[in-house]
């Protein structure tokens, strides 16, 4: 039997129960006193039932309402109270407030301020029949007027007193009159009456404690104490001033309504104001008084003396000795608390950094790579010149807009953490319209890039990891079998790598099926069969268009739309993906993604008359070309590296370069990723800082070429892509093997 | 029944008419006495309910004035409001050994004074 159908017995149940009640209690007045026992037992059984499952099933409201109900059966039942016709109707009016509440319960809806209202009242009015005093109890007076034992400054005879259901709305004061408040010409009922003034004293209970034996008492000295549980909407200043002149020879205890709570930590939560101690915000939020303030602060300050006598350096915090003092509900201490650590963490980040609008940026970045030209120019022309106190100038300034260059694209790097955390919730959603539990761990969060690539990482990285999470992590039953955890993990993880920045998405579930792959891939006629591919280049071809190995369609992934949108999105950034995956383990996706898109480090080289850039990260060394490969013709791809075989290319041929042959070739070896591979070019001429300028639309499919820079001279260079490069120059050779073994 | 009566005690007589007509509108009778010694004078034995002095009067000031009020057996135990200036604090504490709990600080308001005296005494 699940809960909810539990609950629906409750409900059943209660309105029997609440039925059985108005019968009961309707038919009271026609019973002789002496023939109600039974009947008063039947009501009060039925409360008592009520109250008991409702706490079973954590309903609060009907459980705390009841329970006054119930307190005051019980007394009637006890015989300490006599049903009357007021009575009668008090507790029917309560039975169609409890039938309410189960009602509402019920059909999911919450409390109106009416009901609220309305069960404030009957509470109200249940409670005149819980107090002890004289007037409303049937029992002989002398019982009643037994001082109750406990001091009232102790918290905890304050709870034993009325308990909290009933004090819901009320302040509690507990106060202390000094022995000398009489001679002073002060009356305690005069302050009383005052108090009334502003609301409405509910229940004063004396305490007589104090009062010394007949022989020993003082007629003109005070010995009383009281606890008044008073109703109003006063704040809480206001009704401290009621004791301003008592305040020095009295201890006074003003404990503001628990349902007040809510409102001082909204109080504390909308402060404005930064730069405020607990005790100040304790104050503006009217929890505490400042007179309130002032004793706790002296007290703290006479302790920390007295401690620092004692060789004792603890010193308490105001916010506990006030929650102890019984004068602050802990909850609103937590919340001053909270907000303070808040306020330091908002003023540190504001003194830390200063908003710049992006458009500034850019047009400062662009700005930069304007000087990064003219400098270049002003370089040539230098050694050109061929003087030496020119070219000094000429190299200290490229040193120096070298370095403004630096930090100025510093200044669009941002954090990748925040977008890594927006997952969470992507993770959180995903994982529950799929019935699966995942857990996602984030590292790396402080690694920086450039902010359009942050900007644009979001789409592509969310359509990964709601694949990780739909494909990749196997559901429950799967995973146990396999011996995994039932709850899968998904990582993502930011790390930089030689002038790169690699953003990791991995997932703990059932790995890449590689036959799979190449059997969808054959029958889509993107692989020949029969070729043998190594595992990187199966996996890439999950992100071909149109491909998907999911059996079965789901609202989030398996359309075999948005792979390859990943990839062309990664492409655009001039970043590319690579996938690690081992079958029944899991799987990880590595984008690799450029640090910045504004201005790199080139490698400049030439090949005939035209100029071209290697990043400069990607070059490893330069080498002549092998003598035995000059005239290889156009055989063979591959060169001999101190004995590590290498495919190669000759630009020239490549990009169908006319014009002279250099003396010699020279070979650039560039690496990306994990392929090493090297460029064959006429002549090398070094380093050289690249603003990078995007090609125009119709050069946006070309590959091999990733765009354009201007040079100091004002002629063009193109930008080689590397990766572009490198994978044309593995596919033609895994072409060209195969075919050779196609021939044998 | 007799309304309750208050004493008002200063050497400024717009002070004393001020509070005399807001405690008069609150529904208490007043006697007033523009010094310490003049106040004595007054008090024949008859029912006060609430004494307000000034500190600093002519004569005989306002603590001196309680001093020989509370040695008197019926007005023992008859509440006083003292009025004193921010800079008071030497004189409060003299008040304090004098008896005098209750302090209003000088400029008041007429309702601010008959917010004060409803906390000791009700019409």
């Known amino acids: ?744 | 029944m007799a309304n309750k009566v208050i004493m008002v005690v200063d050497d400024s007589a717009s002070l004393r008419q001020v509070v005399s007509i807001a405690l008069k509108g609150a529904g208490y009778d007043v006697l007033e006495g523009c010094d310490g010694k003049d106040a004595l004078s007054k008090l024949t034995g008859q029912k006060i309910n609430l004494v307000i002095s000034d500190v600093n009067m002519p004569n005989m000031d306002g603590i001196s004035f309680v001093q020989e009020l509370k040695k008197k057996p019926e007005y023992k135990f008859t509440p006083v409001i003292m009025l004193t200036t921010e800079s008071g604090d030497d004189m409060k504490s003299k008040g304090q050994a004098a008896g005098v709990k209750a302090w209003v600080v000088k400029p008041f308001k007429p309702d601010q004074m008959i917010s004060a005296v409803s906390k000791l005494i009700q019409p």
């Open chain 1, 1 to 744: 039997m699940s809960m909810e159908e539990a609950l629906q017995t409750f409900f059943a149940e209660s309105h029997e129960l609440l039925q059985e009640m108005e019968d009961r209690l309707l038919a009271i007045p026609a019973l002789a006193e002496e023939d109600r026992s039974e009947t008063i037992n039947a009501i009060f059984r039925a409360a008592h039932t009520i109250k008991g499952s409702a706490g079973l099933f954590g309903l609060d409201g009907i459980v705390e309402f009841t329970h006054v109900l119930e307190s005051v059966l019980d007394k009637v039942r006890a015989g300490q109270l006599m049903m009357d016709a007021d009575m009668v109707s008090l507790f029917l009016d309560c039975k169609d407030h409890v039938a309410r509440l189960v009602e509402l319960q019920e059909s999911g809806a919450t409390l109106s301020t009416d009901d609220q209202g309305k069960g404030n009242e009957l509470v109200a009015r249940l409670s005149v029949y819980l107090t002890d005093t004289p007037q409303a109890a049937v029992a002989p007076a002398g019982e009643a007027s037994h001082p109750a034992p406990a001091h009232p400054t102790d918290s905890l005879a304050l709870e034993s007193l009325g308990g909290n259901v009933l004090d819901n709305d009320n302040w509690h004061i507990s106060i202390e009159f000094g022995t000398d408040v009489l001679r002073n010409g002060m009356d305690p009922l005069s302050i009383f009456r005052y108090l009334g003034t502003m609301g409405h004293i509910v229940r004063v209970v004396s305490f007589f404690d104090r009062l010394p034996a007949l022989s020993e008492l003082d007629p003109e000295s005070c010995y009383m104490s009281y606890v008044l549980n008073f109703h109003s909407e006063a704040d809480k200043a206001t009704i401290e001033s009621a004791f301003e002149f008592v305040q020095e020879d009295c201890k006074i205890n003003i404990l503001p309504p628990h349902s007040r709570v809510a409102d001082f930590v909204e109080a504390i939560k909308n402060l404005k104001q930064d730069d405020l101690r607990i005790g100040e915000m304790l104050v503006k939020s009217g929890t505490l008084t400042q007179r309130e303030l002032d004793a706790v602060l002296a007290y703290q300050t006479a302790q920390e003396q007295g401690d620092s006598a004692s060789q004792d350096p603890h010193k308490r915090p105001l916010g506990e000795m006030v929650v102890q003092a019984g004068i602050v509900q802990p909850e609103v201490v937590e919340a001053a608390l909270h907000k303070q650590i808040q306020q330091k963490k908002a003023k540190s980040r504001q003194q830390q950094s200063i908003r710049v609008d992006a458009e500034k940026l850019d047009t400062l970045i662009n700005l930069i790579g304007e000087l990064v030209i003219a400098g270049a120019g002003v370089n040539i022309v230098a050694h050109r010149s061929g003087q030496t106190d020119m070219l000094e100038a000429a190299s200290t300034l490229s040193r120096l807009v070298e370095e403004v260059r630096d930090s100025a694209l510093n200044l669009r790097m941002v954090q990748i953490g925040e977008t890594f955390n927006r997952f969470q919730r992507v993770v959180h959603d995903v994982a529950k319209d799929l019935g699966k539990e995942i857990e996602l761990e984030i590292t790396g969060g402080d690694t920086e890039l450039d902010k359009t690539v942050v900007e644009k990482i979001g789409d592509p990285l969310t359509h990964l990891v709601r694949n990780s999470i739909d494909h990749g992590i196997e559901p429950a039953d799967i995973r146990a079998a396999r011996g995994k955890p039932a709850q899968g993990k998904v990582r993502l993880n930011a790390y930089h790598d030689s002038g790169s920045i690699i953003i990791e998405v991995q997932d703990d579930g059932g790995g890449l099926n590689r036959d799979k792959i190449l059997a969808k891939a054959i029958e889509k006629g993107l692989v020949e069969p029969g070729i043998d591919l190594p595992d990187s280049e199966v996996y890439q071809l999950i992100f071909e268009a149109g491909f998907s190995t999911a059996d079965k369609v789901s609202n989030i992934s398996g359309r075999g739309v948005g792979m390859d949108v990943v990839r062309r999105n990664i492409e655009a950034l001039r970043g590319n993906i690579e996938i690690d995956s081992q079958y029944m383990a899991g799987t990880t996706i590595r984008i690799r993604l450029p640090l910045t898109l504004a201005i790199i480090d080139g490698f400049q080289v030439k090949v005939g008359n035209a100029h071209y850039v290697i990043p400069l990260d990607m070059v490893i060394e330069c080498v002549d070309l092998p003598e035995e490969n000059i005239n290889d013709g156009h055989d063979s791809n591959y060169f001999s590296l101190r004995g590590e075989v290498l495919p190669y290319m000759r630009l020239r041929e490549s990009f169908e370069v006319t014009g002279e042959t250099g003396k010699r070739e020279s070979v650039v070896i560039v690496k990306y990723g994990n392929t090493r591979a090297g460029l064959v070019v006429d002549a090398l001429l070094g380093e050289f800082q690249t603003v990078i300028k995007p090609l125009g639309k119709l050069f946006e499919r070309l590959r091999g070429i990733g765009g354009s820079t201007i040079l100091g001279t004002g002629e063009v260079a193109l930008i080689l892509d590397i990766p572009g490069l490198v994978q044309q120059m593995i596919r033609k050779s895994h072409h060209e093997t195969s075919r050779a073994s196609v021939k044998e």
